[in-house]
């Protein structure tokens, strides 16, 4: 079974820190994401990956950046975090050529800012 | 652009009981369509696909989904609902042709009970 490995379940940081969320796959797959789930709103798309050293914007990129210097793992980096960055961030990764389906989620990581 | 609407942020059923999950969605062309659910304390996992063919879709754990083209809908459905299934339920769509990511509805808690 393919397994997608976030560094923490939980995280505590403050206002103003710079904060590293890793994301390992062992499945050799192209594709990964980093999403935040917020009650009442979902899954929203942060960053994505389709190859090594590439990235693209997803609907909320404002306040993240990425980093993907290798294929099996994808960070996303809060440059100066803030309170409302505090969220459940989920990692996730596929193959392509089927049109993303199927993807495999990481257990995430729930985040807070203080 | 893409979105999906779960209409129900809750739904109880007893244990027993038919269940239905309902989603509509909005794309660009023909859409691949999918269920993921999110049981407590983990990460989301993949229920079900819709691609092309049989308007049916049988998934896992005896879930079903209908899709239906002129209502744009993609309820997910199961015949005897099971504490067990008590969980959170994504609806989430892509268009059939490209390579963009999955967009999410903003999820259905599920309640199902004794």
């Known amino acids: 079974d393919v397994k997608v490995t976030q560094s923490s379940r939980y995280l505590v940081k403050r206002t103003g820190e710079k904060v590293f969320l890793e994301c390992v796959q062992d499945?050799?797959?192209?594709?990964m994401f980093w999403y935040r789930q917020d009650p009442g709103l979902g899954l929203r798309l942060i960053y994505f990956?389709?190859?090594?050293?590439?990235?693209e914007k997803g609907d909320i990129p404002e306040g993240y950046s990425v980093s993907r210097e290798k294929k099996e793992r994808f960070s996303l980096i809060l440059e100066s975090a803030s309170t409302n960055q505090t969220s459940m961030y989920l990692c996730a990764s596929t193959r392509p050529g089927q049109g993303n389906e199927k993807l495999f989620f990481g257990s995430g990581t729930q985040l807070s800012v203080l | 652009a893409q979105s999906v609407a779960q209409p129900e942020d809750q739904v109880n059923v007893a244990e027993g009981n038919p269940l239905t999950v309902k989603c509509t969605y909005s794309?660009?062309?023909?859409?691949?369509l999918f269920w993921y659910v999110q049981y407590p304390n983990r990460g989301l996992q993949f229920l079900l696909k819709y691609i092309t063919g049989d308007n049916l879709v049988k998934g896992s754990y005896g879930f079903e989904a209908e899709f239906n083209k002129s209502q744009t809908s993609f309820h997910l459905k199961k015949p005897s609902a099971l504490v067990s299934d008590s969980a959170l339920y994504f609806c989430?769509?892509?268009?059939?042709?490209?390579?963009?990511?999955?967009?999410f509805g903003k999820g259905t808690r599920l309640s199902v009970i004794a």
């Open positions: 989430a769509v892509r268009p059939y042709s490209g390579n963009t990511p999955l967009v």
């Open positions: 794309v660009s062309g023909n859409p691949y």
């Open positions: 499945m050799d797959h192209e594709n």
């Open positions: 990956s389709y190859d090594v050293k590439m990235k």
